[in-house]
């Protein structure tokens, strides 16, 4: 049987997989500029596991590289994340006062030193056990603010008793829970007897504490000596943290 003749009609040419669009027309696409209100919003980006990289140091950075208040600090100039939370404990709360004396206990890396003087505090002092870098218009001292002396180096750096103290520290982690969450609530209690010592009549506490934990006892305490306590969880705070603010506002006595 003879064999057909090959077709002659005309073949649509080979799209090449270079992975760019063939010639010709390109389809336009036009993307809706974003609204303000979604200026926060990241598109969610993933970390490759590199070699030696421990899982849980891959998901640290994957959440910083997602975070929308990671890129608002960068863009502000903040020191950290943390800003936004003194930024709104303040707004709730008035804490600083135009003139306001602050002190900043563990103030590593300096975030809310920078927001206590752009809210417009007179003096801030800074003090931590790791040296930070200078901010301008601060006293920063590398110290433990739980020395005995702590409390009147500070006062003399400030030259009166202080408006406000505040405080973001944490213990840092040994990866037994008991002991870290026994080591933060000997830091909070710390920090609370630092304030009793040092503010001034009508001054004012903010200290981070953990939900959960056993702070029955500094809160009774809180409250015999303030006229407010409350607690408060900031929006900037990762809402899977179990951290929480506990805010005493003014000073009537000094009870232990």
Not at 82 to 94: P, Q, R, W
Not at 130 to 149: C, K, N, Q, W, Y
């Amino acid at each position: 049987m003879a064999r057909k003749p090959p077709s002659h009609r005309s073949r649509r040419p080979a799209q090449r997989m270079s992975g760019t669009k063939t010639d010709g027309d390109k389809r336009k696409r036009v993307t809706s500029k974003p609204e303000q209100d979604d200026a926060t919003r990241m598109l969610h980006q993933k970390v490759r596991t590199a070699s030696g990289r421990k899982i849980s140091s891959k998901l640290w950075i994957e959440r910083q590289i997602n975070d929308p208040y990671v890129r608002k600090a960068k863009e502000k100039g903040y020191r950290s994340r943390a800003a936004f939370k003194l930024e709104e404990l303040d707004d709730k709360f008035g804490l600083i006062k135009h003139g306001s004396l602050v002190v900043d206990l563990g103030c590593a890396p300096g975030g809310w030193v920078q927001i206590s003087l752009k809210r417009g505090a007179d003096r801030v002092v800074g003090i931590d056990i790791l040296p930070v870098d200078p901010v301008a218009g601060a006293d920063l001292i590398e110290f433990d603010f739980m020395d005995e002396s702590a409390p009147r180096r500070i006062k003399a750096l400030l030259g009166a008793a202080p408006d406000l103290v505040v405080s973001d520290l944490a213990a840092n982690t040994t990866g037994h829970r008991q002991t870290d969450h026994l080591k933060t609530v000997a830091l909070v209690e710390a920090a609370a007897d630092f304030a009793l010592e040092t503010l001034r009549p009508g001054g004012h506490f903010a200290t981070k504490v953990f939900q959960g934990g056993a702070e029955k006892v500094l809160l009774d305490r809180l409250k015999r000596n303030f006229q407010k306590v409350q607690h408060a969880k900031p929006e900037s705070s990762r809402k899977g943290s179990p951290e929480i603010y506990l805010v005493a506002m003014n000073l009537q006595s000094r009870e232990p």
